[in-house]
């Protein structure tokens, strides 16, 4: 998705309809993008100002080839977070 600012960013609403992703990574050979099927046992964090990956592994507690969405719904809570598995 291109965007000319972070304000035109949309996130979904995943609480109220199914969404699905589709993961690529950087093909730095091709200088292109290639889909991937799962994402190497990591787990990715989303939040407005920061987004991180790591392996689930190293964090107990989360599952391998998830997206997290920290935050996005402003709760009082700055640990309230919703998954998805991939």
């Not at 200088?31 to 100002?49: A, I």
């Not at 920061?50 to 107990?60: D, G, H, N, V, Y």
Request: charged share 25%; hydrophobic share 35%; aromatic share 16%.
């Amino acid at each position: 998705m291109y965007t000319k600012s972070r304000y035109d960013f949309h996130i979904p609403n995943i609480r109220e309809k199914n969404i699905w992703f589709e993961i690529s990574e950087l093909n730095e050979e091709r200088n292109d993008w290639d889909q991937v099927e799962d994402m190497d046992g990591s787990v990715l964090f989303l939040e407005h100002y920061c987004t991180f990956s790591c392996l689930a592994t190293e964090i107990p507690g989360f599952r391998a080839n998830s997206i997290i969405f920290m935050d996005l719904w402003g709760g009082s809570n700055s640990y309230e977070h919703e998954s998805i598995l991939v």
